[in-house]
């Protein structure tokens, strides 16, 4: 039997595409084959790749003037990549935001390549809002302006856009599809699938055309924007079954009511555990209300002494991975789009009945 999953990643993936890859994993529409034992270049594995593209391209009303990358190494390659592709015109110089663990890889990376200024912070109140832009000081020769919309190990989300002269780059691995997003507002989108697209193992970069063209000399090929665009994200074999599955996520998504139904549904998911968490003496958030991530819910107990029975009792009623993330303890359930409203109504209700037998 299935149950309610609520790991921030690897995460959930919606069971009806489980189930259809199931159904298709040995005999890939009659072909007598897996998808994953078909060449990458023939026409039917093309056809597959294309239809992904497309459907994302639909989710998000991505523009034209955008290529739309499936690429690998997760995020955490685009830490590098997003450097390496931009920083070869002008000078190496970008701007930042650090909202977080996440923030602090990219900026980390990025400062092996060039000088990064840090235009806000949330450490002052450990990181636990989303520094507002008033608070900004934008460099004026900055190649890229970066941020991290959602901090998933911190559960801080940006509620508004930022506005910014230079190409605007984010980190939306954790809440990419969870609503509709101003893409020409972006230079360039970068999301890990293992989130809200699909299982790990591959990435997806947005990336705006004139862009294609600032990469430092000496960039790896396989870090390239530019190369992976020519070449359809296929200059060397991709994570073919990965792509697959993040098509066959779009197609649910699709089916679904799109990234309007998915961001309707986040509200009333996020709000009933917030104000659940809000109304107990027992239990508490500790991000600041205007910044509270909509997909990563981090909660604390009351006592910590009782962490290790809320983990073993909540595993016991079927809703896994509760467990914060090793840097911050307590909990932390995350809601992407494939954990149904269900699955926090279950949580909700096990969190009132654990409190009331421990408290
Ligand atoms: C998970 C995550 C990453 C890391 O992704 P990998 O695919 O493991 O490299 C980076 N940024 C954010 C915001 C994430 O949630």
């Excluded at 005999?27 to 060449?39: A, I, N």
């Excluded at 923030?103 to 450990?126: C, F």
């Excluded at 779009?250 to 009511?257: A, C, E, M, N, T």
Aim: charged share 25%; net charge negative.
């Amino acid at each position: 039997m299935r149950k309610f999953n609520f790991c921030a990643g690897p995460a959930a993936l919606p069971e009806p595409v489980l189930r259809q890859a199931q159904q298709e994993l040995l005999d890939w529409g009659g072909r007598g084959c897996s998808v994953m034992e078909v060449s990458h270049r023939s026409a039917e594995f093309l056809e597959v790749a294309e239809r992904a593209e497309q459907d994302l391209r639909d989710l998000l009303s991505i523009p034209d003037n955008y290529k739309v990358l499936f690429l690998q190494g997760g995020a955490t390659a685009q830490f590098s990549a997003v450097p390496w592709n931009l920083f070869g015109v002008g000078d190496k110089v970008a701007d930042y935001i650090h909202s977080g663990q996440w923030a602090d890889k990219a900026i980390r990376e990025a400062k092996r390549y060039g000088q990064v200024n840090i235009v806000a912070s949330g450490e002052d109140r450990s990181f636990t809002y989303a520094p507002g832009a008033e608070s900004w000081t934008q460099s004026d020769n900055a190649a890229y302006f970066h941020y991290t919309p959602n901090e998933t190990i911190g559960g801080v989300e940006f509620d508004y856009v930022p506005d910014v002269t230079c190409p605007l780059v984010a980190d939306m691995s954790s809440n990419i599809l969870s609503r509709p997003i101003p893409v020409e507002k972006f230079g360039v989108i970068y999301a890990g699938a293992q989130k809200n697209i699909g299982p790990s193992g591959i990435a997806v970069g947005i990336v705006r055309d004139d862009l294609l063209d600032r990469a430092m000399e000496g960039i790896p090929r396989s870090l390239s924007w530019k190369v992976a665009a020519e070449a359809g994200s296929m200059d060397n074999t991709p994570p073919t079954f990965a792509w697959y599955l993040a098509g066959l996520v779009f197609r649910w998504l699709k089916g679904q009511g799109g990234v309007e139904a998915m961001s309707t549904l986040a509200d009333r998911k996020s709000t009933l555990l917030y104000e659940f968490i809000d109304r107990s003496d027992f239990y508490s958030c500790p991000v600041e209300k205007s910044s509270r991530s909509r997909m990563n819910v981090p909660f604390v107990l009351a006592d910590e002494r009782l962490d290790k029975e809320f983990l073993r009792q909540s595993e016991e009623a079927g809703l896994l991975n509760l467990k914060g993330h090793r840097s911050v303890g307590g909990m932390r359930a995350s809601l992407y789009n494939a954990v149904p409203l269900e699955a926090v109504e279950a949580l909700v209700s096990f969190m009132a009945d654990f409190e009331k037998r421990c408290a």
